[in-house]
T-cell receptor, first 114, second 113 residues
Framework: DAGVIQSPRHEVTEMGQEVTLRCKPI?????LFWYRQTMMRGLELLIY????????DSGMPEDRFSAKMPNASFSTLKIQPSEPRDSAVYFC????????????FGSGTQLSVL | SQQGEEDPQALSIQEGENATMNCSYK?????LQWYRQNSGRGLVHLIL?????REKHSGRLRVTLDTSKKSSSLLITASRAADTASYFC?????????????FGQGTRLTINP
């Protein structure tokens, strides 16, 4: 298996622009998670899906952030409009059905908003 | 504040020495997991210890869990340069019906050759 695949690897954009991050989870995994990592706040859970349904989005910072999972093999995290404070590394992770089991992480998207 | 707090924040040792990292948490957990992150990469799962377990081994890794003290430790024996990375503990807990894995701030480990 290729693992969790994220794209793009790096994204540089200007404040006010729309940003879309993409994730392909491991085939057969039922859970998909979006995390954000910064030096100041560490690794924060933004939202997670179970069987394509959003379960908990309490970590989404504000309405500028939205996430979708139209099918079992694809998810997007969108920021519109982007702001400099959104600069971070965004990780997607997936896992199988077992409760609280280990996560498999993608390589992340390094987002820089100028 | 963070559910998991690692200690120390940074650790630098000589190759061949043992490295010990600690993690404290605040609420009841289902399990506790340790992850490694190499610079510029995603996190990689190392080991999982359940709340009813006290110790677990995997290769050169040894994890202990003390639920009475709400703490865990990760020991890496006979360290190698390739062990240089950040190490995170993550606590698995249920909050308002949602299963969450909450990460600490991590320990940055440097192995000097």
């Amino acid at each position: 298996d290729a693992g969790v695949i994220q794209s793009p690897r790096h994204e540089v954009t200007e404040m006010g622009q729309e940003v879309t991050l993409r994730c392909k989870p491991i085939s057969g995994h039922d859970y998909l998670f979006w995390y954000r990592q910064t030096m100041m706040r560490g690794l924060e859970l933004l939202i997670y899906f179970n069987n394509n349904v959003p379960i908990d989005d309490s970590g989404m910072p504000e309405d500028r952030f939205s996430a979708k999972m139209p099918n079992a093999s694809f998810s997007t995290l969108k920021i519109q409009p982007s702001e400099p404070r959104d600069s971070a590394v965004y990780f997607c992770a997936s896992r199988g059905q077992g409760a609280y089991e280990k996560l498999f992480f993608g390589s992340g998207t390094q987002l820089s908003v100028l | 504040s963070q559910q998991g707090e690692e200690d120390p924040q940074a650790l630098s040792i000589q190759e061949g020495e043992n490295a010990t990292m600690n993690c404290s948490y605040k609420t009841s957990i289902n399990n506790l997991q340790w992850y490694r992150q190499n610079s510029g990469r995603g996190l990689v799962h190392l080991i999982l210890i359940r709340s009813n377990e006290r110790e677990k081994h995997s290769g050169r890794l040894r994890v202990t869990l003390d639920t009475s003290k709400k703490s865990s430790s990760l020991l890496i024996t006979a360290s190698r340069a390739a062990d240089t990375a950040s190490y995170f503990c993550a606590t698995a807990l249920q909050i308002q019906g949602a299963q969450k894995l909450v990460f600490g701030q991590g320990t940055r480990l440097t192995i000097n050759p």
